[in-house]
């Protein structure tokens, strides 16, 4: 009988849980199961073990089913079983992590529904929402960047920066996010020191890039799971050289979206000047190495990297998929040969009560919805089209370009250059040029696409430099 290789290796505790608790996972031929808590060692070691076993249990079938290879081989494809997950499952968590998911899920649930209260009408496109929670001392959570939609400019790529080619709702908020960045580290280099206080950056020593304060954490909900590989099957039953057996199956690929399908990246070249986007479970992916704050913020602050990745239930019966996608996929090796400051981040991810219905009315199905803290109103995109509705009730100005496109976003950090005085900066010609001098973010970027290649997921897609290309 051949023996499976098993480990239970000390990891980072999930969530920033609060309180002195020690974390394990168990290994098993390389698969990376929940992470397990505890107040002391012994304790985090068996919770990870009956985690492990709980998940086992239920992906194995009955025994006699699964032929065993005699001698190790080339990668196996998993098979999939007759067994159903439990419907609903939810990780076995610390109570306080319970907690903050129960805050995490009520701010966001309050927060949109403030919103559209005066304008019901977009209600039911909270069914595709996203939205980015801070967490602050004593498990404060307020919304800070949210946004909906379903689909990409139909278009062919605009080079003037002023279109938003991809709407999905996450992408949509993570975009958000950054202006919220912008925000606070305005905050941050006023000259009114009261408004200083309130930013939730701070100087770190012998650093000359900001970072998030101590005890700020940050978590991302999402009332589906991303398109891609987090919607692999998930009754799967893992035989050894589990992780290998993975990574044989395209379906744990990359993926590209082109006109609201997706396709694995091996059908596409490495550059297309059609509009595509790479699928939100890949850019979950890439934030949990390079950050979620891109290249350009990275000339100010360090990587900022998520605690918790919470999936609301009406969509899906559990997180394996996005496990999967988001923490096997990359080696905490990586680490190693990652630029100062990056990391492999390893964030809590789990299933809760979703804040919203799965599915929308269809006619909304092309809108894209976005806010940031300090928004008096949600702007409303056309996702197709890449531009401002004419009913949203936000409204920028009269070219109808979206406070989220990347012209938007150059203007931003331009403005910050000024208030920091960096002269090097406010030279910066174009877009492109102000993301290529971000070294340390683009050798980062570099290494990821590489590794991802290098271990047969596919290359990362990537639009026509042409894009790029545009200045103020």
Known sequence: MQRLQYELKETVTPGNVIGCYFAFCAVIDGYNYKTGVGPNKKEAKANAAKLA????????????????????????????????????????????????????????????????????????????????????????????????????FSKNIQIDGRVVHDSHALVTARRALVRYFYRQLLLFFSKNVGMKEKSIFCVEPNSKLLTLKQN?????????????????????????????????????????????????????????????????????TRWEVLGVQGALLSHFIQPVYLSSILI???????????????????????????????????????????????WGRSELRTLSLNWTHGDVSFEVVNGEAGKITERSPFKSGASMASRLCKLAMLNRFSLLAKETNREDLLKVATYH????MSISYVEAKCVFKSY?????????????????????
Not at 136 to 152: K, N, P
Not at 314 to 322: F, W
Not at 433 to 436: L, R
């Open 452 to 472: 991802l290649e290098q271990k047969g997921y596919g290359s990362w897609i990537v639009k026509s430099r042409r894009s790029d290309h545009f200045s103020l």
């Open 433 to 436: 040029e102000a993301k290529m």
């Open 312 to 358: 609301g239930n009406a969509s899906c019966s559990d997180t394996k998929g996005l496990e999967i996608a988001v923490q096997q996929r990359v080696d905490d090796a990586l680490t190693s040969k990652l630029p100062m400051f990056f990391l492999v981040n390893r964030p809590h991810i789990g299933l809760v009560p979703s804040v919203f219905p799965a």
């Open 216 to 284: 700020t954490s940050i978590h991302l909900y999402l009332n589906n799971l991303p398109k891609g590989a987090a919607q692999i099957k998930t009754q799967l039953c893992l035989k050894p050289h589990s992780l290998s057996a993975f990574e044989a199956n395209q379906d744990v690929g990359l993926h590209v979206v082109i006109g609201g399908k997706v396709y694995p990246t091996v059908c596409c070249p490495a550059q297309v000047d059609n509009v595509c986007s790479m699928s939100a479970s890949d850019k979950l």
């Open 53 to 152: 076993l709980d998940e086992l249990l239920q992906l194995n079938v009955s025994e006699g089913k699964i032929p065993v290879p005699e001698a190790a081989g080339p990668p196996l494809l998993p098979v999939e079983s007759n067994i159903i997950p439990e419907k609903n499952y939810i990780s076995k968590v610390p109570s306080v992590r319970t907690h903050l998911d129960g805050k995490i899920l009520q701010c966001v649930k309050v927060t949109f529904g403030n919103l559209v209260e005066k304008h019901p009408e977009y209600e039911s496109c909270g069914s595709s929402l996203a939205a980015f929670v801070v967490e602050t001392v004593g498990q404060v959570c307020e919304v800070v960047a949210l946004g909906t939609g379903e689909v990409q």
